[in-house]
């Protein structure tokens, strides 16, 4: 018979797995508890959750969400970093703390928006630029060929516009100089 603490726990983890966008299972060994509390800070930072937590338990708790993918990557002793933004923040923060602390922290895997992901691809996704950057790049991809189109179908009224003024400018010039011409000849 499971106990109420128990219960609670499943509850709650399962109500964090289904509000997270992704969830980073990693294997915590060989950190000791100073390195836990400041991993947990740095996680705080970056607006992430970090839970160790118990597998049985974590398994519950991902039937309840209708997460079963979490499954496959908590395995031994683990604890989940949760993400409830930005996905690549959550990678971010994981693997500039494992470089910066040269930590023994091992990446297990990830499941976002229900896609397992290995270890390669959790640190792949700590390489991208946020996504304020790439929302930036991605108009600018999408600006491009319009700029294109609008100075194509500018170019024929600006040659026309050229054309037409190419006249009246000789005009005026010839103009200018007849009016100096008669200047210079009344003032002598």
Do not use: C, W
């Amino acid at each position: 018979m499971p106990t109420q603490k128990k219960i609670d726990e499943v509850e709650k983890l399962g109500k964090k797995l289904a509000e997270s966008n992704i969830v980073v299972a990693t294997d915590h060994t060989g950190l000791d508890g100073s390195a836990m509390t400041e991993l947990r800070r740095k996680m705080r930072d970056s607006s992430v959750e970090y839970r160790v937590v118990k597998n049985t338990l974590a398994y519950l708790a991902a039937e309840s969400a209708d997460m079963p993918q979490v499954r496959e990557v908590v395995s031994g002793p683990t604890a989940l970093a949760f993400g409830y933004q930005d996905p690549i923040t959550v990678a971010k923060a994981l693997e500039e703390y494992i470089k910066v602390n040269r930590s023994p922290l091992a990446i297990r895997g990830a499941v976002l928006q229900g896609r397992v992901l290995t270890p390669a691809q959790v640190t792949a996704l700590a390489t991208l630029p946020p996504r304020e950057v790439l929302m930036a790049q991605l108009l600018g991809q999408f600006k491009q060929p319009l700029v294109g189109l609008v100075s194509q179908l500018q170019a024929p009224m600006y040659r026309l516009l050229s054309a037409l003024n190419g006249p009246v400018v000789s005009l005026s010039l010839v103009l200018q100089q007849r009016i100096q011409q008669m200047e210079s000849q009344e003032g002598a």
